[in-house]
């Protein structure tokens, strides 16, 4: 904090947590979404997946996604005293998308 100016003064490790553990100041989602995955269904897919796939060239399959850069969203974890008011995310984005098909050429 005070780097060269101050030189006794000193962080010990773990300081941080005790200093937050003594103020009751604790990390806390600002944002709920909710993302479950159901793992058993994406295993069970997989060789449907890929049976289909075998009818193809690598250079015929492609994969594409998109990005969303939240350039004003704020933090989803807050440290404070007591839980936050909610509030709604700031939607402002911009997308990127990103494709390559399975010979690795992007495009």
């Not at 947590?17 to 897919?45: C, H, P, Q, T, W």
Request: overall charge negative.
């Amino acid at each position: 904090m005070y780097g060269d100016a101050n030189s006794e003064f000193n962080f010990s490790i773990g300081w941080l947590e005790r200093f937050k553990a003594r103020l009751e100041i604790n990390s806390y989602r600002r944002f709920g979404e909710s993302g479950l995955i159901v793992v058993e269904n994406i295993e069970d897919a997989l060789p449907q997946i890929r049976a289909k796939l075998e009818n193809f060239d690598w250079k015929d399959i492609y994969n594409m996604d998109d990005i969303g850069l939240f350039y004003h969203l704020q933090a989803y974890y807050a440290l404070a005293t007591k839980q936050l008011e909610g509030r709604k995310k700031d939607k402002e984005r911009l997308i990127i998308v990103v494709c390559c098909n399975g010979d690795d050429f992007v495009h």
